[in-house]
């Protein structure tokens, strides 16, 4: 038990600190800044979920979460000056802080040379020259290890052609692979764990392979994409020939390349093709792997199916596409357990206007701040976003409209309100939109954006929201000292330009006892133990019933007033 205790505080803790790095990254604009398809931000969380998955020590997965923020070699937007190192090994600690100051202060080609001259010695100090700087710097044996795994993590996120095709990077990357081997902590687990070397001539063997597979019109030719040493090292040649596999009739066969390929792409948990997300190539290998376990008829109709997908295909997402319209993706994507459970609530009770509480979220009244992004956000836009309130004209705001009780005045100014965006108040407060969008917010029907505000001496009875899919964030404009709340019977306050976070399924009420208006944005966030998946699956379960409900009032709307005009 003490252990388990131990572990949760430990987990707890990490999950606190990466929180706290992605509020430093949001405070110094990593999402806007460009970098290589996308964002810095993108690449630096990429990167981490990559260490992640490769089981590296925490200072390594830290590492990778901040490895470029001082510039580099390659990158030469300084997020954080060097003359900051104190604020990041405070806030990472030393061991990553000393990791990411290696990355970004020497050139990466001094270190490669320096290995590749003393390839057997795993036990010297290395001295390095710095970019920027006239002092060398030592790189120890365990510190040259770690480089390695981060510069082959950092190249497996981003390298791609500009279309997102794959580009030439493996040869290189295994040579990385193996030199890490020997020195690093943990050993990735690619590249067979270092001990499969990739030559240059495999590896353009391949990548012809690959490109011929959607160029002339042919389909994949499952002997081509399997031949060369480099097919060995990742999962989305190996994905492409077992679904040509299959539909050359050998279901059995392309079921074990699928399995293969799944192992691989789960190993690198990034694409190397680009162009199609980690989860849609998984999607792919899945109908192989599903007509393998198939029975006969099943396994032969599967086929049939994938036999005209690959028909002229011309790209993964073409193909991914093809697979979908035809049917046999579905039947590879079963449901998450939890949502399952959810929707199956509507077989007690088909008629209730919300589902049942949606099973195995943490339950508690008040969560940490620390733990959301978008907290870090709005208390740095504070000032700002309470000037756009206080800008908005007195018609922005309206009586708070649920049956709750109260004494006192109660307004609110929505900028979602249960799946509609009010586009008014949204283009008058473009901090605070832009706020928000950035951040995983329930803009459906489950929940709600706005402005809240508690006219002197006014009290809100006690009273619970209609889903425990959400958490609610509270960011303090302008609240004075009498005021505060309780959920769950644990009592509460906020602080000026300050965020709280509540479960609002718990009962709670809130109370203004001054001479002055309390003024609160409030912004409702998924809950944070949903995966992204089961979130994709709640906003198409409510967007689909809010669309069918718009249709239906629509179509009443006509006949009614098609019998009003009726003789």
């Known amino acids: 038990m003490a252990r388990n205790a131990s572990a949760r505080r430990e987990v707890s803790s990490r999950m606190q600190t990466v929180a ?24 630096l969380t990429g990167t981490h979920a990559i260490l992640e998955r490769w089981g590296q020590p925490a200072h390594v997965r830290l590492s990778g979460l901040l490895h470029s923020v001082y510039a580099t070699d390659a990158f030469a937007h300084a997020l954080v000056d060097p003359s900051e190192r104190a604020l990041i090994r405070e806030l990472i600690g030393a061991d990553a802080e000393r990791l990411v100051f290696l990355f970004c202060s020497i050139d990466r080609r001094d270190l490669f040379s320096a290995i590749a001259a003393a390839a057997d010695d795993l036990a010297s100090t290395v001295r390095l020259p710095q970019r920027d700087h006239a002092t060398p710097i030592d790189v120890t044996p365990p510190e040259a ?19 997102g095709s794959p580009g030439r990077w493996l040869a290189q990357t295994s040579q990385l692979a193996e030199w890490a ?27 012809s392979a690959y490109a011929a597979a959607f160029a002339d019109g042919g389909g994949p030719d499952a002997t081509a994409l399997t031949s060369s040493r480099a097919a060995q090292a990742v999962g989305e040649p190996l994905v492409l020939a077992a679904v040509a596999t299959l539909a050359g009739g050998d279901a059995v066969g392309g079921g074990i390349l699928a399995r293969v390929s799944t192992g691989l792409l789960n190993a690198w948990n990034t694409p190397w093709d680009k162009r199609l997300s980690l989860d849609r190539w998984r999607e792919i290998a899945a109908v192989a792997m599903a007509a393998a376990s198939a029975d006969e008829r099943r396994a032969a109709f599967i086929a049939e199916r994938v036999r005209a997908a690959l028909r002229d295909v011309r790209s993964p997402a073409e193909l991914h596409a093809r697979l979908e319209g035809h049917g046999v993706l579905a039947q590879t994507e079963p449901l998450p357990p939890r949502f399952a459970a959810y929707v199956a609530g509507l077989r007690e009770d088909a008629g209730r206007v919300t589902l049942q509480r949606y099973p195995g979220l943490t339950a508690r009244p008040w969560h940490d701040p ?14 700002e976003i309470a000037r756009e309130c206080r800008a908005l004209h007195a018609g922005a705001f309206h ?10 005045n109660w307004d609110v100014s929505l900028l979602y309100e249960r799946g509609l965006r009010n586009d008014d108040v949204y283009a008058r407060c473009p901090v605070t939109a832009a706020a928000i969008e950035r951040h995983r917010i329930v803009r459906g029907p489950a929940g709600l954006a706005y402005f809240s505000r508690l006219a002197p001496h006014t009290r809100i009875a006690a009273h619970a929201g209609p889903t ?23 009592p509460g306050t906020w602080t000026p330009g300050r965020c709280i976070v509540f479960d609002d399924a718990f009962v709670h009420d809130a109370w203004n006892d001054s001479d ?21 699956l709640l906003e198409g379960l409510h967007g689909h019933v809010a669309g069918h409900a718009a249709n239906l009032r629509s179509y009443w709307a006509r006949n009614d007033e098609a019998r009003r005009a009726a003789p």
Not at 370 to 383: K, Q
Not at 399 to 408: F, V, Y
């Open 516 to 536: 002055r208006e309390r003024v609160v944005l409030i912004v409702d966030l998924w809950h944070p133990d949903l995966s992204d998946d089961e979130v994709a």
């Open 370 to 383: 620390a733990s959301f992004p978008i907290v870090a956000d709005l208390e740095r836009l504070a000032p």
């Open 181 to 207: 081997r020997v020195r690093a902590t943990v050993v990735p687990p690619v590249f067979e764990h270092g001990t499969l070397r990739i030559e240059r001539d495999d590896e353009v063997h391949l990548l």
């Open 20 to 43: 706290r790095v992605l509020a430093l990254l949001a405070e110094r604009g990593a999402d806007a800044v460009p970098h290589g398809r996308s964002s810095l931000l993108r690449h």
């Open 399 to 408: 009586p708070e409209s649920e049956p709750i009780a109260r004494r006192g």
């Open 468 to 490: 425990n899919l959400r958490l609610r964030v509270h960011l303090a404009l302008d609240v004075p000292s009498e005021c505060g709340l309780t959920v769950g019977g644990v």
């Open 145 to 163: 290890g770690e480089l390695l795994v981060l510069y082959l993590a950092n190249e497996a996120e981003q390298s791609a052609s500009a279309d």
